[in-house]
């Protein structure tokens, strides 16, 4: 009787510290904006309606007008240390994405994110890395390297095949991600955080646990804002930046 008096106090220290950290997190928005691949010149037409291409100069004005503003980048790193409590978030947090890992995202992207000093994070399809496909071409591992040593890139998993998922056993979904994360780790070194983004959004309440279960850390899988007060690392959601969109019209989407 003893033994399970001892026990109940414990799991209800364990249940009230665990609130307390919730309680004491701040009711701050956090922003993640998504990108896709970059093109110099905008085409006369789109099948995607614009929503998966943006021009170099336009991500340069989104951050100088971001930073201009008051907005501090942060890693998955930074936000999985403040969600943990090892450091505080600044006043207006945001993080930047891309999806797929295009080569783009090392011609023109990388360049920008050393000139502005800027965090992002990459999430790669695996299986396309070192190809081009439908005349898309895709980065390569020297270049994801050479990103990762700078300490501005993080690269996560977007998957090896790029398929609906959610449509597909949750078994074929954790062996995928696992193999994806065996590719990163035997080009990049071993990966302390990791960090799963669905493709097309797409996923399922057991995907999500099935993941986490698994030592997925962070799941990205929907468009919205994530507000750290009720933060839920395996629920994090983005909004996807069309072509062109202009700084100050990201701010007011976010606000």
């Not at 409590?85 to 090392?106: A, M, Q, V, W």
């Not at 396309?128 to 071409?137: E, L, P, Y």
Request: charge should be negative; charged fraction near 30%.
């Amino acid at each position: 009787m003893k033994k399970i008096v001892i026990l109940i106090i414990l799991v209800l220290i364990i249940i009230g510290v665990i609130c307390l950290k919730k309680d004491k997190r701040e009711n701050k928005d956090i922003p993640i904006l998504l990108y896709h691949d970059f093109v110099v010149r905008v085409p006369d037409e789109d099948p995607d309606d614009f929503n998966y291409i943006n021009t170099p100069l336009s991500f340069e004005e989104n951050i100088k007008t971001l930073l201009d503003n008051g907005y501090t980048f942060l890693s998955f790193k930074d936000l999985n240390d403040a969600y943990n409590g090892k450091k505080e978030l600044p006043d207006k947090p945001i993080l930047i994405t891309f999806d797929d890992g295009y080569y783009s995202n090392y011609r023109y992207i990388f360049p920008i994110l050393e000139k502005y000093n800027v965090k992002a994070s990459i999430f790669i399809v695996t299986d396309n890395i070192g190809k081009m496909i439908d005349g898309k071409k895709y980065l390569s591992w020297r270049q994801c390297e050479i990103m990762y040593e700078s300490g501005l890139v993080e690269i996560f998993s977007h998957s090896t095949k790029h398929v609906f998922y959610d449509r597909l056993p949750v078994r074929e979904l954790k062996d995928d991600v696992n193999e994806s994360y065996q590719e990163i780790e035997k080009h990049l070194g071993k990966q302390d955080l990791k960090v799963f983004a669905y493709p097309y959004g797409a996923y399922t309440k057991e995907s999500v646990f099935v993941l986490k279960l698994h030592g997925v850390d962070m799941q990205v899988y929907d468009i919205g804002m994530n507000n750290f007060k009720d933060f839920d690392k395996s629920y994090i959601k983005r909004f996807n930046i069309p072509c062109e969109m202009t700084g100050l019209e990201i701010i007011d989407e976010i606000n």
